[in-house]
Nanobody, 113 residues
Framework: QLQASGGGLVQPGGSLRLSCTAS????????MAWYRQRPGKQRVLVAA???????TYFDSPASRFTISKDSAKNTVYLQIDDLNFEDTAVYYC?????????WGQGTLVTVSS
């Protein structure tokens, strides 16, 4: 299971760090990722990280988004800086292991002045 946290209401230009903790160990070949779903839109991949590949960014500029992982804590983070209105979304973490995939429950980020 995955437990996501860290969302909230933030003003434009602010920062947030989202956390996602797995109930079990994260192995070297596992891929952990963050998705987001804007209001009325489909869920899209934002960033992913795996030991063999390092961080990869998709629907997000690497200059504002930073994905990182603490394997000792079974936790992946998504740091979002210089937040803007377009970042308003529910952010979901995802874990892909060899035989199973898991979704977190989502954490809401609202950017509003």
């Amino acid at each position: 299971q995955l437990q996501a946290s860290g969302g909230g209401l933030v003003q434009p230009g602010g920062s947030l760090r989202l956390s996602c903790t797995a109930s079990g160990p994260i192995f070297a070949n596992d891929v952990m990722a963050w998705y987001r779903q804007r209001p009325g839109k489909q869920r899209v991949l934002v960033a992913a990280i795996a030991d063999k590949n390092g961080p990869t960014y998709f629907d997000s500029p690497a200059s504002r988004f930073t994905i990182s992982k603490d394997s000792a804590k079974n936790t992946v983070y998504l740091q979002i800086d210089d937040l803007n209105f377009e970042d308003t979304a529910v952010y979901y973490c995802h874990l892909a292991q060899k035989t199973n995939t898991y979704w977190g429950q989502g954490t809401l980020v609202t950017v509003s002045s």
